[in-house]
Every structure is written in structure tokens, then in C-alpha cells.
């Protein structure tokens, strides 16, 4: 049974990281904005941020499945989902802090999805060619994602006196957990290393160049780096992270070994 | 998804009235009785315009708060793949909304004066929202029972005499029996699993049994609509639609391997039907008149939503009208 595992598990273990970074990215912010269906500001809203979080869903899929496929263990896509613990989700911290409101569930949604823009046109020259193909679909998605996002951050800076003060406060709180993205760290050191992706510290200044214009026409001041760090990809989550595993592992932990 | 067989006066539509004119009414009588479609340019008396409007927001009002008890389990949801289907269910149900609010539209009301007239609580919207769903089952249930009796309603509208509303229930239809026919098999994976998946099936079946019926309104004897049927607006009576639901369901409710809740289903060789027990009116207008278990929360719920989106709105409308200045000064 060993000797099967080592022999059907040639990835690295960087590597399955690395994919469970983007899955887990994925699924969290996922989960985040499932929450407003329902209940957005007007139902067209409702609509796009539910087609939002399929899209989400739909590369959550495909990416732990392939992350259980290249760590030979046999798991599927919903026991990475749904059976780890919380130390083992290794999205960044962004994606799990609460929506709070229209205008930072926006603002996160327009720093996240430029970065995986930038993140997905490398993976499509993934030298794991599964990799590759879940970005050349995640691209498209996400270039939406980023229009969709833009547009908005955009109105709301540039709308009235309230909605600039609440999406400059959204930048505020969501500002300095974005470091997370770029913290350089080994896994990405030997991924870049392998031709399987970038590391994401790569990205930062064409993602800079990218975010600042927009926050600019959109009146919005970009806040001054911190000292401020998180550690979600490296599994230390905020407070956040276990309501939210509480509320989307319940079935699974609840009834156990069912299937649905 | 769903017009119950309603009927249940809202209030006053507002928007243009028209002249009454004998031979414009003459006119369209005819192009009913030939089977044709009434379009939203088309003369049409004041009573077949309100009635429509009713119709239409309050199916379209359904659609929207019908979003509350399903999307309550989307964060819950067992898999991956339920999620998905589920999220995605929920989406079609708001797109539903959308454009049925349009079709309303066509009749000289705005969206904005029917929302308010929903979150008022003076309009309303399908009682069968107005119960809670409490276990994973629910979703299957509501797939199979509500939505299977939704289409049983809506089938016939596919074919009214308001040109804009029938060819938006066409659209509506089809997605709907592809809910149905995904809930029906959320369902069927549970029966084959645990003995605890299985009892919750059962208990959301016992749960939404009756209310899925009495989607159809009250009897026709009882019904205060008559003008309906002469309009082309109704075509089928709630009685019959009913009858047809539970003929159908039965042997869906065998192949599942459930009991549905009436000691006193049995066929009816005679009739050609199943007969079924005498149905609680009591608690349908109970429901109705604001006093079932959701009515609050459902309402408080749309409320919020509107209320606490108001800047997003807000923002919108003034950022749009900076664009048209600036482009208006550029020019």
C-alpha cells in the first residue's frame, strides 16, 4: 500500500501545495459570496454575485480534485472540501474575512480577481498541463470577475459621499491583508523553480499596476503599507475561518461517510 | 417559480388608465376568443390590465423571496456538486424574477413601485415561501413537490392571452422541470444512502406535502376570479390542475420509496384519479394573511436586503448622472 502511494505520488509536496493554495483561494471566497444570494442590493447583483461564486465553486472542484489526484492520498474534491482542519485550508486571509458589506465584498472582489488574472495567464504555460487547462477556463472567468468588480469599485468611490466612505473604508481594512499574496515563502521559490507557476511575489508590481489606476479614477486613497501580516496560506487563519468551516463542513462532519 | 393559484387581492395597480370603449372591447373579446395574443401596445380593458399586473408581480415577488428558503442551504450544502446546483437553482429563480418584473413593466407599472408594494407587505407572493426549510432534504423536496407543482400552474400560462407573460413563462417553465427533475434525483441519491438520510426525506416530504397542494388555490367553487378564465389569463381550473399534480406524484412517491401523508390517498377506479383527503383552508389563508412561521422573516429579510443596498443604488444613479455631466461638459 506504501510502496502504491509513493509510486502514484510524484508531485512534490510544494506542488500540492501550491495547488491547494489556488483551490482553497477558490473555495473560501466561494463560500463568502454564496451568502448574498438573496439578499444583494438589487437582483441583478444578486444574480452576478451568485455567478460569481459558481464560477468559484467550479475551480474549487477541479482544483482539489487535482490537488488529492497529485497527493495519491485518494481523496475527491469534497473530503479536501469538507473533511480537513482548519490548519490544513490554506487560502489567504482575505478571502475568509466576513462580506460586512456591498462595498467590501466589491473591493475584495476587484483585488482578488485582478490578481488571478495575472495569476492564471502564467499557470496557462503550466508545465502541469492539468494545471494549465483548470487556468485557460479560470482566465475567462476571471477577466469577468475583474470587469464585473472594477465597474463597481468605481461607481462606489466615485458615487456619493456615503458610498466613497464606506468603499475607502472597505480598501482600508482590506489593504493590508493583500501582503499576503506577495509574501515570499519556499513553496513558491521551488514551484517557480519546477516551471509549474510563478511564485506570486512575481506578480506584485504588473498587479500594482493594474489595481492603482482603477482605485485612482474610482477617488479612493491607497493606503500606506504596514507592518501588518497574515497568515492564512500557511494555515494560521483569523478568528473568521472557523465559523465559516463550522457553517460549510456541518453536513459532512454531521453525517458522516453519507453521500449526496 | 411560482403563481399559486393565488387570486388574493393586493391593493390598487397604478399606471395609465384607459378609456373603455365598446368597440375596442368588442375588438379584443374577438382576438381572445380566436385563440390570439393581447400585446402590450394593444388596447385592453382597465380590469384585464390590473389583473395581469397582480398576476405577474406576484409570481414575479414569488420568484424573488423564493430565493430565501433554498438559498438558506447553499452555505450548508452536503457537496461541491449540490452547492453548484444549488447555487445555480437560486440564481435561475432571481433571473425568473427579473423578467417577469419586465414583463409587468410592459403593463405601465415600474419595478420600483412594485417592490415597494412587496416590502410594504401590501402585495404577495406564493404562501408556499412562507415555510421553513430545516433539513438538506428540503431542497430536494422543493425541487419535486413545489417546483413539480409550479409547473403544473404555469404550463397553461404558456399559452395566455398577454403575449409578453406567456413567452416569459415559456423560459420560465422549462428551466423549472429541470429543478424538478434535479431535486427528484437529490432525492433519490438520499434514499439509496443511510437510514438517517432516508428519515429525512421523509420528514421534509411530510412537512411539504400539503402546503405543495394547496399551491393551487381554493376550490373553484370558492374561487373569486371568474373574469380569469373569460380573459384567457386561466385556462385550466385549480381543481383540475390539482388532481393532475397528485395523479403524478403518487407513483413518483413510489419509485422514491416514500409515503406521502394522507391515510385517505387511495385510486379511485371510478373517477379514474386518486382521491385525497379534504384540505385545512384554514391554514392556507392562515398563511396568507401574514400568520405562517416564515411570513416575518421573510419579509424582514427582503427588507434588509433593499434597505441596507439603498447607497449601492444610490451610488449608482449618481455616478451615472457624473458620467453623463462630464461627457455632457466634454462634448
Known sequence: ?260 | MYTQSLSVPDGEAKGPRKVENPEYLAEFNAKIDAGGFIEAKDWMPEAYRKTLVRQISQHAHSEIVGMLPEGNWITRAPSLKRKAILLAKVQDEGGHGLYLYAAAETLGVSRDELTEALLSGKAKYSSIFNYPTLNWADIGVIGWLVDGAAIMNQIPLCKCSYGPYARAMVRVCKEESFHQRQGYDLLLQMMKGTEEQREMVQDAVNRWWLPSIMMFGPHDRDSIHTETARWGIKRISNDDLRQKFVDATVKQAEVLGISLPDPELKWNAERGHYDFAAIDWDEFWNVVGGHGQCNVDRLAARNKAWNDGAWVREAATAHAEKMAAREKQAA
Not at chain 1, 489567504?92 to 460586512?100: A, D
Not at chain 1, 482578488?112 to 494545471?131: A, G, I
Not at chain 1, 464585473?148 to 464606506?166: P, Q, Y
Request: with cysteine.
Open chain 1, 1 to 260: 500500500m506504501a510502496a502504491d502511494m509513493t509510486q502514484q505520488n510524484t508531485a512534490t509536496a510544494e506542488h500540492i501545495e501550491y495547488v491547494t493554495r489556488l483551490g482553497d483561494n477558490a473555495l473560501i471566497l466561494g463560500q463568502r459570496l454564496s451568502e448574498w444570494c438573496g439578499h444583494a442590493p438589487v437582483i441583478e447583483e444578486d444574480l452576478a454575485l451568485a455567478n460569481i461564486a459558481l464560477d468559484l465553486v467550479g475551480q474549487a472542484r477541479l482544483l482539489l480534485t487535482h490537488a488529492g489526484k497529485l497527493e495519491g492520498s485518494g481523496r475527491d474534491e469534497d473530503q479536501m472540501a469538507f473533511l480537513r482542519v482548519e490548519r490544513d485550508y490554506r487560502n489567504i486571509t482575505m478571502m475568509e474575512v466576513p462580506n460586512e458589506d456591498f462595498g467590501r465584498s466589491t473591493v475584495r472582489n476587484f483585488l482578488f480577481s485582478t490578481f488571478q488574472v495575472l495569476l492564471w495567464e502564467r499557470l496557462v504555460q503550466s508545465s502541469d498541463r492539468e494545471l494549465a487547462a483548470i487556468a485557460a477556463k479560470s482566465l475567462k472567468e476571471a477577466r469577468y470577475h475583474l470587469n464585473h468588480s472594477a465597474e463597481w469599485v468605481i461607481r462606489l468611490g466615485d458615487g456619493t459621499a456615503v458610498s466613497h466612505d464606506k468603499t475607502q473604508a472597505a480598501l482600508y481594512y482590506l489593504w493590508p491583508y493583500t501582503a499576503e499574496l506577495f509574501a515570499a515563502n519556499p513553496t513558491d521559490e521551488a514551484v517557480s523553480a519546477a516551471g509549474i507557476g510563478p511564485a506570486w511575489s512575481e506578480l506584485e508590481a504588473a498587479w500594482e499596476a493594474m489595481v492603482l489606476p482603477v482605485l485612482a479614477e474610482a477617488t479612493l486613497v491607497v493606503p500606506a503599507r504596514t507592518p501588518f501580516k497574515s497568515y492564512g496560506k500557511f494555515g494560521r487563519h483569523s478568528e473568521h475561518m472557523g465559523h465559516l468551516l463550522a457553517t460549510m463542513q456541518y453536513m459532512q462532519r454531521t453525517y458522516p461517510g453519507a453521500s449526496w
